[in-house]
């Protein structure tokens, strides 16, 4: 049928017996374990690109405000003493002072759920995933030889991934045309210039209020009041509704938004050609694979860390910073909202999709590691580092807008904002505050670009690893074309996203693909390993790599494995259902063709699972139910990927030309050893 098949016989180390053609693979070396499909040039790599891929966006811009929202991430206590009183404390400390403030701090009303869901949900399926893959060496389609009646899902995960990175560089281009437009003396969103209308204003406009006039209080509007030199009574004063000029300038001049979802108007050209760019930077990131993105991480998983913290220290001097750190952190913690299901429920999301469990980029980068490597540890240390930088990054962002409200006149309340609002409008309008307001600028973009490409490696290295699983003989002598290639159809199809509706369409791809797809995927993934594949099985297989464990050990995993994940995720995705409600961005709602849209989306999405499940029972043999039994069994070429790895459990793996197993899409491996 023409269809390419995987060598069976893989050596380790350096030999290269089933070299197809001469030409050295850029994605391998001489010194990779797996000279077939490479490995990561040292274990740096692999951490840095796991920590970029986790690390993305929605730590900036999502986790700071769901942690305000929802009760603070710590509770501050402290109480004065005053000297002329001593207290128990005073004397054991022998200190001489008139007043003194004590401070300790407490787990907050978030971060306690937060934390849990950590434990409990985020690191369990985080630890499966980089296991999986690394045990296979495989991608998050032909990693489910582990159960080829759910080949479908990894299908699934593939093409939410495609979607997600559709829309995800077309953040980065916003990302992009905000950092050049930082070049300039005056930020452009500073003030109301040319592009503002009578809504905009940099301070709130008093439109009337109460006042006492001759003995009586009346109520006018505020310009009667400064005309007869009067005086608002307080508590009484309304304000006109006005628009903060980077608010203004992100919907009139950036995007050149359109009135809705039916208005697609023109390609915005300047977006367009930062769409270009953006691509242009991924496709250079990864034209070798894990060999050039490996080392392009050094730089652009680390030094977002250092922006954090310079304008962690520059916000932290300003004026109403710690108004701002207080919302953030909650002085007097909330604790009543723990009774509240939406915060667990917000809590159980931004792990989850945090850290980025589901999507098959965490298979498709562990794949690439040495078959020995602790995978175990490597899971903790990504998922520690995920969760600390989220609220770290939530002091970064609340000292500066805390500094907002307070040059604004207004509650901290009435600035903080999440998701675009936070990136592209409240954020940019606090550092035109700044002295020096450019380079504060130039700094926050560049950071949100970082972030936003390190994500968006991984997930075009899913694409590719998905590709190079199937067609192996293509990508080694054609790995630079096709990725290039599958970099220009991206953009092609990013197009739609950069128009004068484009803001509707990546929205309307994040509500939908992005929501309930990974979480049907998530569902079915564990339960297809742990409750089918045998959790025990899988157990052993990790143990292969990293080495006997105790009992006690896995005590926790078998927990969270057989029950406690897999019903968190129900939940997860049975609310999200439930409380599901038509997409809308801002005021605007979408249309009913919209929402549609967004079902065939998600449809498309997640049909291709019963779809594969079918075709697998048609091409099995024997009646329907040993058609279905024996697609529950992992196929004849599942195990390590190299013979030397197998050892006895998987010894009957054999030359694979024998024999051709059903699998979709077909890649020949190996078959069981005919008694």
């Not at 040319?194 to 003995?215: M, P, Q, Y």
Request: net charge neutral.
């Amino acid at each position: 049928m023409g269809m390419l098949s995987l060598p069976g016989f893989l050596s380790c180390g350096k030999k290269k017996d089933f070299n197809l053609t001469n030409e050295k693979d850029a994605h391998s070396s001489d010194s990779d374990e797996n000279s077939e499909r490479g490995n990561w040039s040292n274990k740096g790599d692999y951490l840095l690109s796991m920590v970029g891929y986790a690390v993305g966006l929605g730590n900036v811009w999502r986790f700071p405000y769901l942690t305000y929202q929802n009760g603070g991430a710590f509770e501050v206590k402290f109480w004065t003493v005053n000297a002329a009183q001593p207290t128990q404390l005073h004397m054991e400390h022998k200190e001489a002072f008139s007043v003194q403030k004590f401070y300790w701090c407490e787990l907050g009303a978030f971060l306690i759920p937060y934390t849990l869901m950590l434990a409990l949900a985020g690191l369990p399926l985080f630890f499966m995933e980089c296991s999986l893959g690394q045990f296979a060496s495989l991608g998050p389609v032909s990693i489910w030889r582990i159960l080829p009646l759910f080949q479908g899902v990894g299908i699934t995960m593939v093409i939410i991934s495609t979607f997600v990175t559709i829309y995800y560089n077309v953040i980065i281009a916003y990302a992009l045309y905000y950092l050049f437009a930082s070049f300039q003396k005056v930020l452009p969103w500073s003030d109301c210039f040319s592009w503002a209308d009578e809504f905009c204003s940099k301070t709130r406009i008093v439109s009337d209020c109460n006042t006492t006039l001759h003995g009586k209080i009346i109520h006018a509007n505020y310009s009667f009041i400064t005309s007869n030199n009067l005086t608002c009574i307080n508590g009484t004063i309304n304000y006109k509704p006005v628009q903060f000029p980077s608010e203004q300038y992100w919907n009139k001049v950036a995007l050149q938004r359109s009135s809705g979802l039916d208005e697609t108007g023109r390609i915005v050209w300047y977006l367009a050609l930062c769409l270009l760019l953006s691509w242009m930077i991924v496709g250079a990131a990864l034209f070798k694979g894990i060999k050039s993105s490996g080392k392009v991480v050094y730089f652009t998983a680390l030094f977002p860390y250092v922006i954090l913290l310079i304008l962690l220290v520059r916000g932290a001097t300003l004026e109403g910073a710690l108004d701002g750190i207080e919302y953030y952190i909650g002085r007097q913690s909330n604790i009543t909202k723990l009774m509240e299901a939406e915060v667990w429920k917000d809590a159980a999301t931004q792990i989850f999709y945090s850290l980025s469990v589901a999507w098959g980029g965490l298979v498709a980068l562990s794949s690439y590691n040495k078959f020995h490597n602790n995978c175990y540890s490597d899971a903790i240390l990504v998922c520690v580092t995920n969760c600390v930088t989220s609220i770290f990054a939530g002091f970064a962002i609340f000292s500066i807008l805390g500094h907002m409200a307070f040059v604004s006149e207004r509650p901290v309340s009435e600035v903080v904002d999440s998701g675009f609002d936070l990136a592209f409008v409240a954020y940019p309008e606090a550092l035109s505050k700044l002295p020096v307001s450019p380079l504060w600028s130039f700094l926050f973009f560049f950071m949100l670009l970082l972030l936003g490409l390190d994500s968006q490696f991984a997930t075009i290295e899913t694409l590719t690893t998905t590709i190079q699983d199937i067609y192996p003989k293509v990508m080694k002598k054609l790995r630079m074309p096709v990725t290039l290639g599958l970099c220009t159809l991206l953009f092609f199809l990013g197009l739609i996203c950069v128009t004068q509706a484009g803001i509707y369409w990546v929205n309307l791809i994040d509500h939908f693909c992005a929501g309930w797809g990974i979480l049907i995927a998530a569902v079915l993934e564990i339960i297809g390993i742990i409750y089918i594949y045998g959790g025990n099985r899988f157990i052993e297989d990790i143990e292969m790599m990293i080495g006997k464990k105790s009992c006690l050990f896995w005590l926790w995993w078998r927990m969270c494995w057989f029950f406690i994940t897999p019903v968190l995720l129900m939940t997860i995705l049975v609310w999200s259902l439930v409380t599901f409600s038509r997409p809308s961005y801002g005021s605007v709602l979408y249309p009913t063709w919209g929402t549609a849209v967004g079902w065939c989306m998600i449809i498309f999405c997640v049909i291709w699972i019963p779809i594969v499940a079918i075709v697998k029972i048609v091409k099995a043999e024997g009646n329907l139910i040993q058609r279905i039994v024996s697609c529950c069994r992992p196929a004849a070429n599942w195990g390590p990927y190299l013979e030397c790895h197998r050892g006895e459990r998987y010894s009957h793996i054999v030359d694979p030309k024998k024999k051709k197993e059903h699998e979709i899409p077909t890649v020949s491996a190996v078959v069981y050893k005919q008694q």
